[in-house]
């Protein structure tokens, strides 16, 4: 059965402290694997995708990268505005639907 | 940049009635789905919907559910008799194509089952 896990569940930091995010996975040909960003009462916001181990993704202070079993989601010097929920999912290959984690709840202080 | 619009943003509904939920995906999109998150749940895979049929569906979507495009540019969610563990919010998503693609979600009507 594919499955998704994150940890933490929470992390708290300050501005400017950098961190990582975990998403393990297990899925039966991974076709894709997704982060998403999610405000407060907000639909999944696309962040990136990665289709294979090895590979890497940057968007401002957010960095993505994988392997053959998890993804890491790493924050450079982040600020206040970074705080949301970051959800990972994957895509394999029994069809289109992606498969959430629980989400790392993403909170950095001024 | 285009997006996924919902409507309405909350509906409060009673044990037992019908809702329809409703959605306009991007307009050049060929793929429609639609996911539920339960308060403090993971999002969770109901239902994909192709060429004017179901593709894909889940557990969830049992006979009180159905899907429907109406005309050119909505997309609908039925639940037939409402439950209590109905209440969720529903998020419709749309993409270009089925596989590799990145999913545009809306931002979700509130559900809420008295």
């Known amino acids: 059965e594919d499955q998704v896990t994150q940890s933490p569940e929470a992390l708290r930091l300050q501005e400017g402290e950098s961190s990582s995010l975990n998403c393990s996975y297990t899925v039966s040909g991974l076709r894709g694997l997704f982060w998403y960003r999610q405000d407060p009462g907000k639909g999944p916001e696309f962040l990136f995708t990665?289709?294979?181990a090895g590979e890497e993704k940057e968007k401002e202070r957010l960095k993505a990268t994988l392997t053959k079993k998890e993804s890491f989601l790493h924050i450079t010097a982040p600020k206040p505005e970074d705080s949301a929920t970051y959800l990972c999912a994957v895509q394999g290959n029994q069809g289109g639907k992606l498969i959430f984690g629980q989400g790392t709840e993403l909170s950095v202080k001024p | 940049e285009p997006e996924v619009t919902q409507t309405p943003s909350h509906q409060v509904t009673q044990m037992g009635q019908e809702v329809i939920l409703r959605c306009v995906p991007i307009s050049n999109h060929l793929y429609f789905y639609w996911y539920r998150q339960i308060l403090g749940q993971k999002v969770e895979f109901l239902v994909s919907?192709?060429?004017?049929?179901?593709?894909?569906k889940s557990e969830i979507f049992d006979d009180q559910f159905s899907v429907e495009r109406p005309d050119g540019s909505n997309f609908t969610l039925k639940i037939r008799s409402t439950k209590l563990e109905d209440s969720a919010m529903y998020f419709c998503a749309s993409s270009r194509t089925s596989t590799n693609e990145k999913l545009f979600f809306g931002s979700g009507t509130q559900l809420s089952v008295l």
């Open positions: 990665l289709y294979s």
């Open positions: 919907f192709y060429n004017n049929e179901i593709s894909e």
